[in-house]
């Protein structure tokens, strides 16, 4: 092996814990290959209460006054820094919103009741976006609490303020429910588009992003591996580790990849050799490896995942899979790459002597233990008889 830094105590350890807590897994991966859906990142997180919509009277008060100037085009507002925007408001727009006939203008606009308004106070139009989006948490408090724990709340805290609010996501009036049948599941991911552009295009024309632009409601976007609300940094704690969970949420749905002529033995193959096998510790609990162990993504990639390559020879496969070994595995031969089973099970033409182990193992270990019960069955008999 050559691994190029000595692996630390971290890693010894968990090697050791291997070693003592085999049976153990053993019995693990028998009672359980599937996972529950808590267990993976970016999980749906229990529903909360819905915002109560406002007194119908309220809503009409507190809204047709407005429109009586705002429903045309024409006015504009401008800020400090020069730049003009619009205060049109479309009313089909506005009615169509999930907020439209619900709450009222002045239900978010609190400080707005007659004209003219109070003096804006925002220098650019980021700072006015930045300013008006604190007044959705006043009655979607539970959507904000779950924010607070997210990456993205940790840079507009900092002072970043390309970091997104509700409002970049949501919109302010033309907010459509993500849950309706009616909001195709691509809308959300092109939120996620307007910042992260560059990710976006890798993303596009990788094998779950085709789908997605076609509709396909069983590939991953954005959030299905990210979450929503609370994003955390992948670059850090355990989301390494536990990335295989994402993927086997789908992967290792037989129900889900039979429909696409793929195979779900992908997650069990993982997990039963020796990269899943010490992975799958670390992401029960055992801590954060010293070294990055392989996961999925790091042989077939992340926002690039691609079809594998139909009808190329063996030989390129092979250098290719060693191209991916050797990104930890500094200088092995291509032939390194056999050391991998392709995510076959062992069988006796494939991987004869894991394929012997295996069955010595399943054959010899209850033949010991029925040979030990006969052993000590003998012992207390002659104890008895022989007194
Ligand atoms: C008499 C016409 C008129 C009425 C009535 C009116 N507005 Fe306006 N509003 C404007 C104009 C014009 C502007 C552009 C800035 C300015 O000249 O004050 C504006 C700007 C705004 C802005 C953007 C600037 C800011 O202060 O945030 C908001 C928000 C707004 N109005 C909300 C409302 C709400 C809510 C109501 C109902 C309570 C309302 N307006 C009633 C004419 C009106
Ligand atoms: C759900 C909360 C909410 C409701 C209800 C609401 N607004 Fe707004 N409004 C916002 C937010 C947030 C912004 C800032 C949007 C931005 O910067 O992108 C805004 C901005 C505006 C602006 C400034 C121009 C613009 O579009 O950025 C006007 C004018 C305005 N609202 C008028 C209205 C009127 C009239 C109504 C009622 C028909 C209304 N708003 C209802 C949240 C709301
Ligand atoms: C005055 C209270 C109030 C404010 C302020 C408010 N909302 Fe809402 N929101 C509601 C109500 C009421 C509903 C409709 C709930 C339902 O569909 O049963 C709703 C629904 C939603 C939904 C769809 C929820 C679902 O379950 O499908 C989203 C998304 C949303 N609001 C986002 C926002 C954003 C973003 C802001 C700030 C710009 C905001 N809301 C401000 C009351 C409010
Ligand atoms: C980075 C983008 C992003 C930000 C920021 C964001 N949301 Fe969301 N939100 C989403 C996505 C995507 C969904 C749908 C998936 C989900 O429910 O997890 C969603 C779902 C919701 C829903 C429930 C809709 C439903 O159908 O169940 C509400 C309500 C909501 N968000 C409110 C808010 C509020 C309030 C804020 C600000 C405190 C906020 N969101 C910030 C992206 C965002
Ligand atoms: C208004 C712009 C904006 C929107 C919309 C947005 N992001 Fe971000 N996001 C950022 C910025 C800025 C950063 C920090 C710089 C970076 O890592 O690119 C960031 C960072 C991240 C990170 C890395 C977190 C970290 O700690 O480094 C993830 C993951 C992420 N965003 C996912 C998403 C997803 C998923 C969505 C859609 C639901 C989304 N973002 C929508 C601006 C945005
Ligand atoms: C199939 C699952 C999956 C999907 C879909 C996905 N990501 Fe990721 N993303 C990951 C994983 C896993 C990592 C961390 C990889 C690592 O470094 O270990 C990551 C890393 C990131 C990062 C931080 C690191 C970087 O490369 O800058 C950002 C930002 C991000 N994703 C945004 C997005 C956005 C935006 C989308 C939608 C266009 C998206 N992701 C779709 C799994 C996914
Ligand atoms: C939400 C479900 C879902 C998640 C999560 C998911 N995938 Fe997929 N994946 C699919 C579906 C469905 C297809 C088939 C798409 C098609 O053929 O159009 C697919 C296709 C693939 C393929 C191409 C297989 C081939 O040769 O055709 C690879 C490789 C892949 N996914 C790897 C991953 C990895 C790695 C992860 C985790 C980072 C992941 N997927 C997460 C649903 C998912
Ligand atoms: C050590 C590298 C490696 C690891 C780790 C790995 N794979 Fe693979 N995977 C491959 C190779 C090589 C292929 C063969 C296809 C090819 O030539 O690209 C493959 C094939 C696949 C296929 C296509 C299966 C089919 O029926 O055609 C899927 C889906 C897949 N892997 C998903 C996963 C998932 C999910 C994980 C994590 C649980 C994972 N892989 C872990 C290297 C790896
Ligand atoms: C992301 C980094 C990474 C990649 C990529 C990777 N490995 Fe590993 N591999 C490791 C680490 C770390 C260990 C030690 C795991 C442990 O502590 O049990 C390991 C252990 C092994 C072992 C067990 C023997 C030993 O001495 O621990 C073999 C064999 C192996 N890898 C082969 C491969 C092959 C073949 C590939 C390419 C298909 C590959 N690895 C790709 C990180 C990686």
Redesign the pocket.
């Known amino acids: 092996m050559t691994l190029e830094s000595p692996r630390n105590a971290q890693t010894w350890a968990a090697r050791s814990l291997l070693l003592v807590g085999l049976p153990a897994v053993a019995v693990l991966l028998l009672a359980s290959t599937a996972f529950a859906a808590d267990e993976a990142a970016g999980a749906p997180v229990a529903a909360v209460e819905k915002a109560k919509p406002s007194d119908p009277a309220a809503v009409k008060a507190g809204t047709e006054p407005c429109m009586e100037c705002h429903s045309s085009d024409g006015d504009t507002i401008t800020f400090a820094d020069g730049t003009e925007r619009s205060v049109y408001v479309d009313e089909k727009v506005w009615g169509g919103s999930v907020h439209g006939g619900r709450i009222a203008c002045t239900d978010c606009h609190r400080e707005i009741t007659d004209h003219p308004h109070p003096e804006l106070k925002a220098k650019t139009a980021r700072d006015y976006t930045l300013e008006r989006a604190v007044t959705c948490q006043r009655c979607h408090y539970a959507y904000y609490t779950r924010v607070l724990d997210s990456s993205h709340y940790d840079l507009l805290k900092k002072g970043n303020k390309d970091a997104p609010t509700c409002v970049d996501c949501h919109g302010s009036h033309a907010t459509k429910s993500p849950s309706d049948p009616k909001t195709p599941r691509s809308a959300m991911n092109a939120s996620c588009a307007k910042c992260h552009t560059k990710l976006y295009e890798k993303y596009k024309n990788s094998v779950h992003g085709k789908a997605l632009a076609e509709n396909n409601p069983d590939v991953p976007g954005c959030i299905d591996c990210h979450g929503a609300h609370s994003i955390v940094n992948p670059k850090q704690g355990d989301f390494h580790v536990r990335s ?1 969970q994402v ?2 949420r789908c ?1 290792g749905d037989e129900k889900i990849m039979s429909k696409y ?3 779900s033995d ?2 069990t193959t ?1 997990l039963d050799d020796f ?2 096998a010490s992975n799958r510790l670390y992401a029960q609990g055992a801590g954060i490896p010293g070294k990055p162990i ?3 993504t ?3 990639g992340i926002h690039d995942i691609a079809k ?2 139909e009808g ?1 020879s063996p030989e390129v ?1 092979r250098k ?2 060693a191209d ?2 050797r990104k930890c595995h500094k200088k092995v031969p291509d032939a390194f790459a056999d050391a ?1 089973m ?2 076959y099970p062992p069988t006796l033409e494939a991987a004869p002597l894991v394929w012997g182990i295996k069955w010595a193992y399943r054959l010899l270990i209850p033949f010991i233990m029925l040979g030990l019960v006969i052993h000590i069955l003998l012992h207390l008999w002659r104890i008895r008889t022989h007194r």
Request: hydrophobic residues 30%; charged residues 5%; glycine residues 10%.
């Open positions: 295989y993927c086997a992967h002529g793929l195979s992908v997650l993982y990269h899943g392989a996961t999925c790091d042989c077939h594998g390559v190329s496969t290719r899979v991916t070994c991998w392709s995510h």
